[in-house]
């Protein structure tokens, strides 16, 4: 692990310093153990087993995050680490391992062939999905990764400053981080997928209090690790703490049913919420209730109503061109003129409810299996 700290400007603040648990050892700034040329290592380690499924996943990732609270720089975080996990199945069962020492692979291939053995369950058999090799590089715009720490905490700085400046701002909240995640994600079916996952996001919000009244006002952007992104929001930023003061004495709204105009970003977040997560087919398939609501051909609204999840549309955040199953981005109906048509599913809950798989599997990062979630979900 290295850490870099420079001085700091004059101001009350107190810093708390994260680290990861990783294995990669550190050279005169260069790491000596990642997962570069692993190629053949995870063939032979995935090959000559007897399992019905295998799929190996390695990491490697470099994060930084910095926490603004008022005046307070309060959290600096940059953490490198390396790993990978396992996933076996047997009969039905899976065996999930996960590790930060990435030798010694076809033992750990043993152990969740091992521990799938002990969960089997007769009637699951995946499909057999298109063989895939390939290499992903996303490379837009300002990489966030090869910003200096000094450039980014000044930008954030410039920010907090102007919203603190601001009629009635109390305090602020700000939080960054930026990732570079490298991903490399081999089957026992044949494919061999490298990757490379940027990602950026940041959230600005001001506080405003007069009296017993408190309000407040925000902003949130992210973007695939292109730094360019949150450059320039000077006057966005100022705007922020004028509607947090503003909302001060804003009317409240009276109880009843309203003909409303929708904030594009607000109707987005209704539909992740209210209706998107009701797709993800992990949840359906383990609920009968909820099964005999998401029924396919149901209808749900006029013809007007369309919802779609599309993991598969360039330069947008939450796209990717593989899950971490292999499977291609797609795009997915969920709702078409009005009728439910679709879900989201894994190669697993695709495989249980005879659907097609829609490439919507992913982990957290190689700690977690994968598991259904949305990509970029609109109305």
Not at 115 to 125: F, I, K, P, S, V
Not at 152 to 180: A, F, H, P, R, V
Request: hydrophobic share 35%.
């Amino acid at each position: 692990m290295m850490l870099l700290i420079w001085p700091f400007r004059k101001t009350n603040f107190h810093l708390t310093i994260s680290t990861v648990e990783s294995n990669i050892a550190f050279h005169k700034g260069k790491s000596y153990n990642t997962i570069t040329n692993m190629h053949n290592k995870i063939i032979d380690a995935i090959t000559g087993h007897n399992a019905d499924y295998i799929e190996a996943h390695l990491e490697e990732s470099e994060s930084t995050q910095f926490i603004y609270r008022g005046v307070k720089l309060e959290e600096v975080n940059r953490v490198r680490s390396c790993g990978g996990n396992i996933r076996a199945l047997v009969k039905g069962g899976w065996g999930f391992v996960s590790f930060n020492d990435i030798n010694h692979l076809r033992n750990k291939v043993t152990l969740a062939i091992s521990e799938a053995r002990l969960t089997n369950r007769e009637g699951l058999t995946l499909p057999h999905p298109q063989v895939i090799v390939d290499t992903v590089s996303v490379q837009e715009g300002k990489e966030a990764a090869n910003i200096p720490l000094l450039e980014k905490k000044q930008l954030l700085e410039e920010y907090n400053d102007i919203m603190l400046s601001c009629q009635g701002i109390q305090s602020t909240i700000i939080k960054y981080t930026d990732t570079k995640r490298k991903v490399i994600f081999a089957n026992s079916q044949g494919s061999y997928i490298e990757q490379i996952k940027p990602d950026l996001n940041l959230r600005l919000t001001a506080i405003a209090r007069k009296n017993d009244e408190i309000q407040q006002s925000g902003l949130s952007l992210g973007s695939r690790g292109d730094f360019s992104v949150i450059e320039d929001l000077h006057q966005q930023v100022k705007e922020i703490g004028n509607r947090a003061f503003a909302l001060l004495d804003a009317p409240y709204a009276k109880s009843g049913e309203h003909t409303v105009v929708l904030d594009p970003v607000l109707a987005g977040v209704f539909v992740h919420e209210a209706f998107g997560h009701l797709s993800e087919a992990d949840f359906v398939y383990q609920n009968n209730r909820l099964r005999n609501i998401m029924t396919i051909g149901r209808k749900f609204g006029g013809k007007h109503l369309n919802i779609i999840d599309d993991g598969s549309i360039s330069a947008l955040r939450g796209s990717y061109k593989y899950d971490d199953e292999g499977t291609p981005a797609t795009r997915t109906y969920l709702i078409q003129e009005g009728i439910l048509t679709g879900r989201l599913h894994s190669i697993e809950t695709a495989a249980t409810m005879k659907e097609k798989p829609t490439g919507n599997a992913r982990a957290i990062n190689y700690r977690f299996p994968p598991i259904v979630r949305m990509s970029n979900t609109f109305i």
